[in-house]
T-cell receptor, first 114, second 112 residues
């Protein structure tokens, strides 16, 4: 079974620039998550999709972050404009519907904002 | 709200030593509990889980028991190896929700 694919693996941008991350979940997984992991901290949920609908985006800074999951498959997370404090690893995960905690994580995208 | 508290790291041990990483939680209802491991340069991997009180999760020599009375889920291993060096995260999922709530992680360093 193929895992959760994320790209790019690394990204360095200047503050105020924009950046986008891509995630392709495991085939058939209805639920997709984006987490932000700041160095030295645990991952924090940014947004959760069920198929192509948003279930929870309460922690997403909506003035600069946006995410979409068209057709209920792959997903894109965008930051515009980026701030220094957005430097983090952005993790994508997916799980089958109705399986709490049955996540598979991707390797993540490490973003550095300078 | 739901939260997870882990012991501060790093935890530094010699090979074959006994490992305990403490984890306590706060949650309404009856959460499921998890330990995830993150090896250097890699993504998070599920290590073990327990879904109800008194359940014991185990994998790769690691164990953790769901203790409702003490709201704890401490991770243990009888004899650690250098290859166990990683960051370990305790997490919970509450009934009715699917989002994982993580602790801050504990770095384990094992020397030969």
């Amino acid at each position: 079974e193929a895992g959760v694919a994320q790209s790019p693996r690394y990204k360095i941008i200047e503050k105020r620039q924009s950046v986008a991350f891509w995630c392709n979940p495991i085939s058939g997984h209805a639920t997709l998550y984006w987490y932000q992991q700041i160095l030295g901290q645990g991952p924090k949920l940014l947004i959760q999709f069920q198929n192509n609908g948003v279930v929870d985006d309460s922690q997403l800074p909506k003035d600069r972050f946006s995410a979409e999951r068209l057709k209920g498959v792959d997903s894109t997370l965008k930051i515009q404009p980026a701030k220094l404090e957005d430097s983090a690893v952005y993790l994508c995960a997916s799980s089958p519907q109705g399986e709490p905690g049955g996540y598979t994580f991707g390797s993540g995208t490490r973003l550095t904002v300078v | 709200g739901n939260s997870v508290t882990q012991m501060e790291g790093p935890v530094t041990l010699s090979e074959e030593a006994f490992l305990t990483i403490n984890c306590t939680y706060t949650a309404t209802g009856y959460p499921s509990l998890f330990w995830y491991v993150q090896y250097p340069g890699e993504g998070l991997q599920l290590l073990l889980k327990a879904t109800k009180a008194d359940d014991k999760g185990s994998n790769k020599g690691f164990e953790a028991t769901y203790r409702k009375e003490t709201t704890s889920f401490h991770l243990e291993k009888g004899s650690v190896q250098v290859s166990d060096s990683a960051v370990y995260f305790c997490a919970l999922v509450n009934t009715g929700f699917q989002k994982l709530v993580f602790g801050t992680g504990t770095r384990l360093l094992v020397s030969p």
